[in-house]
């Protein structure tokens, strides 16, 4: 049996939500995406695909509303979708899993492949999103009933609920540390795909917190001064996480799957994505009551109370949102598209 996986670049999540899943579905498994081959995925496991973006102003991006991004006249486009359709050809695949694009989704079902979506946050009930739903053999959730939004867009009559997928999950944690119900180290986590945060903000926020150390690591730099330490791009997440009392991130959903997994109160920053997508996470995680949901950046003095609010809602609550099966459950359910 032959799964292909599209994984879009964007952000982390796809990617390491690819990887998890990879481990559990007992099939070949090829995946494919703009990014560089994954160390984790051998040469015969990955085709590098070409970029899509034209070299000046797209033209007609969304063929008149019906899809998202197909604008006429790029290379790129037309050679990368050739090159997801001969591997098909070649490798005859049992189903597709595509994490996200409407139009490769698509792409898969043109070429008699059932496929398998991923869901994302956000109200996607726009005329491609419905297109690429209703076409689809299933479409996966990484969220739980806890915090759905029935109506947001995916298909109810085919959606899987299968939980927050973390690419810790299965890791030990490093230690057994609790969490302080009085903070005193704070994890600004801040993931790929763009946002609005800056640095002067967090040296004014550790400022107005004395005796709360802030680590910041993710995709905003800042310069190391009294209570912040900044550990850069390639920090250890993981290890930080178990260090922190309270984290503060992006609402991504790989952000808040991985502080779900390690089990520490979050005050969610959501950044404009499309669709409304980070919002939405906030929101819906906020009204769950597992997060702490942000418009924006607050002033400074209101820091205090806010991490001392994350901190005293405790952690348990996030066993209903990830309870670390949930990359079973995705393979599991392609494979039952599959088989």
């Known amino acids: 049996m032959t799964i292909g996986w599209y994984v879009h670049h964007h952000g982390a999540g796809h990617l390491h939500r690819f990887l998890a899943v990879r481990e559990h579905l007992g099939a070949d498994v090829v995946g494919m995406g ?43 486009l037309r050679d990368r ?51 690429a739903h209703d076409a689809a053999s299933a479409v996966l959730a ?53 946002h609005a945060l800056r640095a002067p903000d967090v040296a004014a926020a550790a400022a107005a917190t004395p005796g709360v150390r802030w680590d910041v690591a993710g995709a905003l730099r800042v310069p190391d001064a009294p209570g912040v330490r900044d550990h850069g791009p390639r920090a250890d997440v993981r290890a930080l996480l178990h260090e922190a009392d309270v984290v503060v991130g992006t609402a991504g959903g790989n952000v808040v799957a991985e502080v779900a997994a390690a089990r520490r109160p979050l005050v969610l920053l959501p950044q404009d994505r499309p669709f409304a997508e980070q919002h939405r996470q906030a929101e819906l995680l906020g ?11 607050p002033a400074a003095d209101a820091w205090p109370a806010l991490l001392r609010e994350a901190a005293e809602r405790g952690t348990d609550g996030w066993a209903v949102h990830h309870d670390g099966r949930g990359a079973h459950r995705m393979a599991a359910a392609v494979r039952a598209v599959a088989e």
């Not at 029935?150 to 999950?169: I, N, Q, T, Y």
């Open 142 to 194: 990484p969220w739980t009933s806890a915090s759905h939004a029935p109506g947001d867009g995916p298909p109810e009559d085919r959606l899987v609920l299968c939980g927050a997928v973390s690419r810790f999950d299965g890791l030990p944690a490093p230690s057994p540390r609790v969490p302080a119900r009085e903070p005193g180290r704070v994890l600004l986590l801040v993931g790929a795909g763009g």
């Open 287 to 297: 009204a769950a009551g597992l997060a702490t949901a942000l418009p924006a950046w």
């Open 34 to 76: 703009s990014m560089p081959r994954p160390a984790a995925v051998p040469p015969e496991g990955w085709i590098a695909l070409p970029g899509d973006v034209p070299e000046g102003e797209p033209d007609d991006p969304t063929a008149g509303g019906a899809l998202h991004w197909v604008p006429r006249g790029v290379p790129g």
């Open 81 to 131: 979708t050739a090159a997801i359709a001969a591997w098909v050809a070649a490798a005859r695949p049992s189903a597709f899993v595509v994490d996200v694009s409407v139009e490769v989704a698509l792409l898969a079902r043109l070429l008699s492949v059932p496929t398998v979506l991923v869901a994302q946050r956000g109200r996607r009930t726009d005329r491609p999103h419905r297109l």
